[in-house]
């Protein structure tokens, strides 16, 4: 067992909102840098840019998760998490159901385009991707879980677009895995205000937009290998795993 | 002014709860955001918003609210409904947009 690395939630120039310098090589070179052993692409609403981030990250020994920010009906962000190519499509199948046909104006939210791995554009996405899915949190949930991903609701104690700023609290019957707390957040602070929870796994990310930010906030996993399936344990805390903050 | 008075005179959906009709009716409160209202909306409200998702319910039992006005045909997600009958919170329903809703209702409640 080691510690891994990891960054899981950083936006590439798919989503509008993302500095047009966080391309897939870009953030490739920029996870070398930082030391990084997982990262994963969580572009709202979108999870297109997986596949060419995890093919330049596999020479320097990077483990890329697929994945999305998703905006669910409550208007709430939650990281969705995969490990396998056909997971990704069923899920990407999943949003593009029920992503409203809402158009992006580029001049207004920013561009949402898709690159190769030579950073050259293949397609402008024309939906806007930071509307809200037609599909509640729970309805989310229970997507990811049956495709076998992992559902950690994203910057829980934000005050805008967060499972607490939207539904006054953590759902009890809500099915998590773990629970990015903001980046700024002490994490004994934010159990001492959230009592309710019962030892939850608690989670950093760096969220970034900009080149800048990306690996500036991580969270170490104490696994065997850096898989989908080991984090998951690592959040229950089997065998010895564990998550440090 | 009751519930019941609202739903009759509003042409309001009764879609469970049906226990709290009797409550009544001290003001209104419009937002979508649940940690506003847990901060913000007072006793006795009838809260108007699209959110169906069953925290809902504990935000209306703890704010001790009148009931509940879901717009634009959203309907109560099932275990939102279960946990209604179960606290007496009616949920109620309309067709109309938050901004007409809640024109109607400040008309009734303010209006005379």
């Known amino acids: ?245 | 002014m009751t519930v019941d008075d609202v739903v009759k005179t509003l042409n309001l959906k009764v879609f469970c709860g049906e226990e709290g009709l009797s409550r009544q009716v001290e003001n209104g409160y419009t937002s979508d955001l649940l940690s506003d209202v847990m901060g913000h909306a007072d006793a006795g409200s009838i809260w108007i918003t699209l959110q169906s998702h069953i925290n809902i319910m504990a935000v209306a039992s703890l704010k001790e609210l009148a009931g509940i006005v879901l717009v634009k045909g959203n309907k109560p997600d099932e275990d939102t409904i279960r946990q209604s009958n179960i606290e007496g919170i009616p949920i109620l329903g309309t067709d109309l947009e938050a901004f007409e809703i809640s024109g109607r209702l400040y008309q009734l409640i303010r209006g005379a």
Do not use: W
Request: aromatic share 8%.
């Open chain 1, 1 to 245: 067992m080691r510690t891994y690395r990891a960054d899981l939630h950083i936006h590439s120039v798919l989503s509008p909102c993302a500095d047009l310098e966080m391309s897939p090589r870009n953030i490739v070179a920029l996870a070398k840098s930082k030391g990084l052993d997982i990262i994963a692409v969580t572009d709202h609403n979108s999870t297109l840019h997986g596949p060419v981030v995890r093919k330049l990250a596999e020479p320097h020994g990077i483990k890329v998760l697929f994945g999305s920010e998703v905006t669910t009906r409550e208007e709430a962000h939650c990281l969705c998490l995969f490990e396998t190519e056909v997971q990704r499509l069923a899920f990407q199948q999943f949003i593009e159901i029920n992503l409203p046909d809402v158009y992006n104006d580029p001049d207004r939210f920013g561009y949402q385009v898709e690159v190769n791995e030579e950073d050259e554009i293949i397609q402008q996405v024309d939906k806007l991707l930071i509307s809200a899915l037609n599909a509640g949190i729970n309805e989310v949930e229970a997507t990811v879980h049956r495709l076998g991903g992992l559902f950690i609701p994203a910057h829980v104690d934000r005050p805008m677009f967060s499972l607490i700023s939207q539904l006054g609290f953590i759902p009890p019957t809500l099915k998590f895995d773990a629970l990015e707390i903001f980046r700024n957040t002490d994490p004994a602070d934010f159990m001492q205000k959230n009592k309710y929870l019962q030892n939850p796994a608690l989670i950093k990310n760096s969220d970034a937009h900009y080149p800048q930010q990306l690996g500036t906030v991580v969270t170490n996993y104490m696994i065997h290998e850096p898989t989908l399936d080991e984090m998951a344990k690592a959040f229950k805390q089997e065998g010895g795993r564990k998550v440090v903050l």
